[in-house]
């Protein structure tokens, strides 16, 4: 156990369906991470977060995907419309985050998404 | 957009060091490489993380040569629950994102 919390830890919904996840960082991490697996590949990033700020966000992030973190701890990622070619591992990771670039991101154990 | 390359799977036997090397052009100069394993049905676990030359910690060696194009993550005499997926991490800065790229993984498989 990393500290770090998702919920759900599965999630089964029908195509066009929206989902939110939730993710509880290390509570004195600034940095939160949301990440997407699917079987065989590593983790794609999708976004991160400087506190409640959102920082990042990848070219691939379609417009469906949306990210908050309104007070800078708890973060939400919700999928509206979802499809079948969303499901996936979703990860988060937090981190103390700071100047230097070294940053260890430490996961959660991540939600499955399965979308029929 | 950082490329990184890993070997797909590697096999080892218990008490063999094992050598993992990955290949990543682009990497920013601010930018540290990370690597991470990853057992199934769980997210990725930090292993180590270095700038460049040699890091050591408890668990594994890490050695960056001077261009920074390559990493090599070594795990002295390994065991059977050292099996798992292991990810090379860098950051590449795209622009103004800033795309973290994990390697495609390499499978290590430790054989008795």
């Known amino acids: 156990d990393t500290g770090v919390s998702q919920d759900p830890r599965h999630k089964i919904t029908k195509r066009g369906q929206n989902v939110t996840f939730r993710c509880d960082p290390i509570?004195?991490?600034?940095?939160l991470y949301w990440y997407r697996q699917t079987l065989g590949q590593g983790p794609e990033f999708l976004t991160y977060?400087?506190?409640?700020?959102?920082?990042?966000k990848s070219r691939l992030l379609s417009d469906r995907f949306s990210a908050e973190r309104p007070k800078g701890s708890f973060s939400t990622l919700e999928i509206q419309r979802t499809e079948q070619g969303d499901s996936a591992m979703y990860l988060c990771?937090?981190?103390?985050?700071?100047?230097?670039?070294?940053?260890?991101?430490?996961f959660g154990p991540g939600t499955r998404l399965t979308v029929l | 957009l950082a490329k990184t390359t890993q070997p797909i799977s590697m096999d080892s036997y218990e008490g063999q060091e094992v050598n993992i090397t990955c290949s990543h052009n682009n990497i920013a100069t601010n930018d540290y490489i990370t690597w991470y394993q990853q057992f199934p049905s769980q997210g990725p676990r930090f292993i180590i993380q270095?700038?460049?030359t040699k890091v050591t910690n408890e668990v594994a060696s890490l050695f960056i040569p001077a261009d920074r194009k390559s990493s090599t993550l070594s795990l002295p005499r390994v065991s059977l629950s050292d099996t798992a997926v292991y990810y090379c991490?860098?950051?590449?800065?795209?622009?103004?994102?800033?795309?973290?790229?994990f390697g495609s993984g390499t499978q290590l498989t430790v054989l008795p």
């Open positions: 991490l860098v950051g590449d800065m795209d622009g103004s994102a800033r795309q973290l790229t």
């Open positions: 990771a937090s981190s103390l985050g700071g100047d230097s670039a070294a940053d260890e991101q430490f």
């Open positions: 977060f400087q506190n409640e700020a959102q920082l990042e």
């Open positions: 270095g700038y460049k």
């Open positions: 509570s004195e991490h600034n940095r």
